[in-house]
């Protein structure tokens, strides 16, 4: 009776027994918001509640039965049930959680949280400090909550995924999902609980070495040098822009550092020089799966430049009719390997056949892709990581046989092609790399704003009235 009485509430079509709508008389003894009735649907639980509204109703349409004439109202017809279909009843969504309710003394934590924000490169006053000390002596407790859980929410982003909003990152398709509205919600109420909002706010910064080491940086970096500690808190704020955990083992490429290298348990196993796109064609920043390498591949030409090598020796056509192919060889633009890592940009990291361009001090020089020197030997370690079959033995068997092998790591792991225009040393110094993409000053001027360079929401246009 309880599931034939739901499906009844919801379309508020109450048949009285002889296929009659009587919703106007069943509305009139509806439970109204705020009733007594309603609210023993949480106090006695809802399956007594039901019960009891479901016997009103059934009192209602007999009342309605005794008041009208049974030809006075259209006839329509009874609502079928679930039951007959054997069908469960969706569950009702939950109510939504109260506001979460603060004391003094995690409101002052948290005041305190943000007046020392300026260590983590940020603007304490982007978090209206003032505002929140003004609820706190307000000595109302559901003013002080507001304010207190808007300040969180906006400094726990800004700690987790960076104060600069997407819009202002140039070419910076690395998607951060370490905190959503839910999670949120759960850890500010996690953190009111456990009475350390402070120590559940310092969780969410990276906790890669470079990230703490800029942070020492900015420390010893006199307030007079504006323009180096603009540069560190704009690279504190990308490391933001990251995944909090990077993962165990991956490669980091850094474009303005011109370097490759592979991470494991926090410590750099190997690093090489790269080169990185043009000004003209830079590179995308991303994120892609290594799976594993192609050795001796084929050059598969990007239609963006067809034109440079339509018809010249060495190329031929693809079997679309429209792109051209490189074979392997010693002349072919990918070296002797490709990573296997897909992503819609078609960015990879491969070996060259022009070497020497490595020994370039600036080498923005590719068409996107990432040159990366000793590229074999780094092949090598990935494919008998994880006692893979693919032993260095193996692999220089395969590139001599000149054949177009595809050979898969046990173990896949993340690469991360990044923007960091500057890094810290241990000793506190600053390594400045050259801006080569020019992204540094929209990035800049929006870690400068309060709102993070986010593009100010416009009203759509009124409509107009016609005839």
């Given at each position: 009776?309880?599931?034939?009485?739901?499906?009844?509430?919801?379309?508020?079509?109450?048949?009285?027994?002889?296929?009659?709508?009587?919703?106007?008389?069943?509305?009139?003894?509806?439970?109204?918001?705020?009733?007594?009735?309603?609210?023993?649907?949480?106090?006695?639980?809802?399956?007594?509640?039901?019960?009891?509204?479901?016997?009103?109703?059934?009192g209602a349409a007999?009342?309605?039965?005794?008041?009208?004439?049974?030809?006075?109202?259209?006839?329509?017809?009874?609502?079928?049930?679930?039951?007959?279909?054997?069908?469960?009843?969706?569950?009702?969504?939950?109510?939504?959680?109260?506001?979460?309710?603060?004391?003094?003394?995690?409101?002052?934590?948290?005041?305190?949280?943000?007046?020392?924000?300026?260590?983590?490169?940020?603007?304490?006053?982007?978090?209206?400090?003032?505002?929140?000390?003004?609820?706190?002596?307000?000595?109302?407790?559901?003013?002080?909550?507001?304010?207190?859980?808007?300040?969180?929410?906006?400094?726990?982003?800004?700690?987790?995924?960076?104060?600069?909003?997407?819009?202002?990152?140039?070419?910076?398709?690395?998607?951060?999902?370490?905190?959503?509205?839910?999670?949120?919600?759960?850890?500010?109420?996690?953190?009111?609980?456990?009475?350390?909002?402070?120590?559940?706010?310092?969780?969410?910064?990276?906790?890669?070495?470079?990230?703490?080491?800029?942070?020492?940086?900015?420390?010893?970096?006199?307030?007079?040098?504006?323009?180096?500690?603009?540069?560190?808190?704009?690279?504190?704020?990308?490391?933001?822009?990251?995944?909090?955990?990077?993962?165990?083992?991956?490669?980091?490429?850094?474009?303005?550092?011109?370097?490759?290298?592979?991470?494991?348990?926090?410590?750099?196993?190997?690093?090489?020089?790269?080169?990185?796109?043009?000004?003209?064609?830079?590179?995308?920043?991303l994120t892609a799966?290594?799976?594993?390498?192609?050795?001796?591949?084929?050059?598969?030409?990007?239609?963006?430049?067809?034109?440079?090598?339509?018809?010249?020796?060495?190329?031929?056509?693809?079997?679309?009719?429209?792109?051209?192919?490189?074979?392997?060889?010693?002349?072919?633009?990918?070296?002797?390997?490709?990573?296997?890592?897909?992503?819609?940009?078609?960015?990879?990291?491969?070996?060259?056949?022009?070497?020497?361009?490595?020994?370039?001090?600036?080498?923005?020089?590719?068409?996107?892709?990432?040159?990366?020197?000793?590229?074999?030997?780094?092949?090598?370690?990935?494919?008998a990581d994880g006692?893979?079959?693919?032993?260095?033995?193996?692999?220089?068997?395969?590139?001599?046989?000149?054949?177009?092998?595809?050979?898969?790591?046990?173990?896949?792991?993340?690469?991360?092609?990044?923007?960091?225009?500057?890094?810290?040393?241990?000793?506190?110094?600053?390594?400045?790399?050259?801006?080569?993409?020019?992204?540094?000053?929209?990035?800049?001027?929006?870690?400068?704003?309060?709102?993070?360079?986010?593009?100010?929401?416009?009203?759509?246009?009124?409509?107009?009235?016609?005839?």
């Amino acid at each position: 009776m309880v599931r034939n009485f739901a499906i009844m509430w919801r379309s508020r079509h109450w048949p009285d027994g002889r296929g009659r709508d009587i919703t106007g008389t069943a509305a009139r003894f509806a439970p109204r918001k705020g009733s007594i009735l309603v609210k023993q649907l949480f106090g006695i639980g809802i399956g007594t509640s039901l019960l009891a509204i479901a016997a009103l109703g059934s009192g209602a349409a007999l009342a309605a039965q005794a008041q009208v004439a049974p030809q006075s109202l259209p006839v329509s017809p009874t609502p079928t049930a679930p039951a007959a279909t054997g069908m469960p009843l969706p569950p009702l969504p939950a109510p939504p959680l109260p506001p979460a309710m603060w004391t003094q003394v995690d409101a002052e934590d948290l005041l305190m949280a943000i007046q020392q924000v300026g260590r983590e490169g940020l603007n304490p006053t982007d978090y209206d400090p003032a505002g929140l000390e003004s609820a706190i002596r307000s000595g109302d407790i559901a003013l002080m909550s507001a304010a207190a859980t808007q300040r969180f929410n906006g400094l726990s982003n800004d700690l987790a995924l960076g104060h600069v909003r997407r819009t202002a990152r140039t070419d910076w398709h690395i998607v951060d999902k370490d905190l959503d509205a839910a999670r949120q919600d759960s850890l500010l109420r996690a953190a009111l609980a456990a009475r350390n909002v402070q120590s559940a706010l310092s969780d969410l910064l990276p906790t890669h070495p470079q990230y703490a080491a800029l942070r020492s940086a900015l420390e010893l970096t006199p307030v007079t040098e504006t323009g180096k500690a603009d540069r560190i808190r704009l690279n504190m704020d990308r490391w933001r822009w990251l995944p909090h955990d990077l993962g165990a083992k991956y490669i980091i490429v850094n474009v303005p550092g011109f370097h490759a290298t592979l991470v494991e348990n926090g410590v750099n196993r190997w690093k090489e020089r790269a080169i990185a796109g043009s000004v003209k064609t830079p590179t995308p920043q991303l994120t892609a799966t290594a799976t594993g390498v192609v050795l001796n591949p084929w050059w598969e030409v990007p239609p963006s430049i067809t034109g440079e090598v339509a018809g010249k020796k060495g190329f031929v056509k693809a079997s679309n009719g429209k792109t051209w192919r490189q074979p392997p060889g010693s002349t072919n633009a990918l070296g002797q390997v490709k990573f296997v890592m897909y992503n819609q940009y078609n960015i990879y990291l491969h070996d060259t056949n022009a070497r020497s361009r490595f020994n370039d001090k600036t080498r923005a020089l590719s068409h996107g892709c990432i040159r990366t020197q000793h590229i074999v030997d780094l092949s090598k370690e990935l494919l008998a990581d994880g006692g893979g079959k693919w032993v260095p033995d193996k692999v220089d068997s395969t590139l001599k046989s000149g054949k177009s092998v595809v050979a898969s790591f046990v173990q896949p792991l993340p690469v991360y092609i990044v923007y960091f225009s500057a890094a810290a040393l241990n000793d506190g110094r600053i390594v400045d790399y050259k801006d080569i993409y020019s992204r540094d000053g929209k990035a800049l001027a929006a870690l400068k704003d309060r709102n993070g360079g986010a593009k100010p929401k416009t009203a759509p246009p009124a409509k107009a009235i016609g005839h």
